[in-house]
């Protein structure tokens, strides 16, 4: 049979692989026919689309036990809170059985070693990067800083450097901004060059914007090593890293800046791998919409810059949402993996984005894929993948297998016993707030306040001094004036009463005359 032919020889892998199903064709699945994914082009990135309801998720989480169980670490984001369930092994029920039968491919019911993260105050390993490690540049991206406010933000992290201050979190950054545009606005022009006080203001807002996304709880210390992602176990199965983030969907830019700051710190810390047989870390971003449809031009241009760049580093970054026209064409461009699930027809703009959907994959001669896209069932979806030499398989409808681990959450009692079981949690855990800028100006600012007192006092008591020796002076002068005045007076006087005393006499005497 041609068509079993075909699928057999493009899916058929020298290197390490795993199945992630069987082929279907006319609507049944075609024994023999196995479709695998190379775990050698993983690196290359992927995308997992489809309508809702159609088993995006169950397809996320078969990829990230087969990674783990090859050794390699990946990294979940959980926004649905339902992804926990890998940790236990899963049940088996009548559909799991009857699945299996038709793929002719054993199921076996497994846990994954896993390690539960956060952004926010929800239980489990801190996720923290400091204001310093993201640097001026990308820190304005993040703002949508202009390219005025971004010279001043420049200044900014300049400043701290040359005065070791510490920038940590948010209220270190807010702190030496308003010195710059307060009290230090004199120093810093006079080093660094003018600061526009609208700039500055306009700073201050997107900053209040980005803290109102509770960035605050992101920023600071202890910080985050993306080295501890990598981590394996000790029957060598990567960790499978979940971050809870059921509590962030509505705040896109704290989840865009944490994806940007990520992304960021493994690209400048992981060393050039080249080809490997596997990549080290798998990244898979669940309703990957978010992170696109809030972010600015310059964070979208950084993200993309990543996601083209990061492939070396022996890092895959897969992206999980309803339709593929949610990922710019740019990255799309880029996605070596594509599973594509069910979508729904039911306007005349759903039919149009259906056929734009269908000309991003391979064409083939075996499958109506406008009209089959609309008729796929839960756990069936169209897969494409690189080979080793970076052509893209054929494109093959796909009845996936069902997951080994839960497909549920965990319970409350699992929960804990995952969150007690980690060493993570105490390293990242505990609370640090060590010296840093917010402390050092306020100590400064402080300093100068008391020593403006101290001045202010000392001439207020010279003024005082000098007000006692002139009053003291004018008494004395007043003094020596109206002992003057007196005496002159007397002496006035005197010369009066003796005047008429004389006139009496003189007149006394001309009469007795």
Known sequence: MEFEKTIQEGYAFEEDYFSIGSAVFEGEPVKGAVVNIPLKTLNRHGLISGATGTGKTKTLQIIAEQLSANGVGVLLMDFKGDLSGVAQPGTTNKHVVHRHEMMEQPWEAEGFPVELMSLSDQEGVRLRATVSEFGPVLFSKILGANDTQQGIISILFKYCDDFDLPLLDLKDFRKVLQFISNEGKEEIEEEYGKVSGSSVGAIMRKLVELESQGADLFFGEKSFEVEDLVRTDRDGRGFINIIRLDDIQDRPKLFSTFMLCLLSEIYQKFPEEGDMDK??????????????????????????????????????????????????????????????????AFTAKDRKSIKMVAENYPITEFYDVDQTLTQLGIGEAFVTVLNKKGIPTPLVHTLLRSPSSRMDILTNKERKEVLKSSRLIDEYNQVIDRESAHEILGKKLEKARKEQEAREAREAKEKAKRSTSTRRRSRKEESAFEAFINHTTTRQIGRTVARELARGLLGVLGVKR
């Open 279 to 344: 990549p080290k870390l798998a990244i898979f971003i669940d309703e990957a919409h978010l992170v696109f449809s809030e972010a600015s031009r310059a964070l979208l241009d950084q993200l993309e810059s990543i996601v083209k760049l990061i492939r070396s580093k022996a890092v895959g970054v897969f992206f999980c949402t309803q339709n593929p026209t949610d990922i710019p064409d740019s990255v799309l461009s880029q996605l070596g993996l594509k599973v594509q699930h069910a979508l729904r």
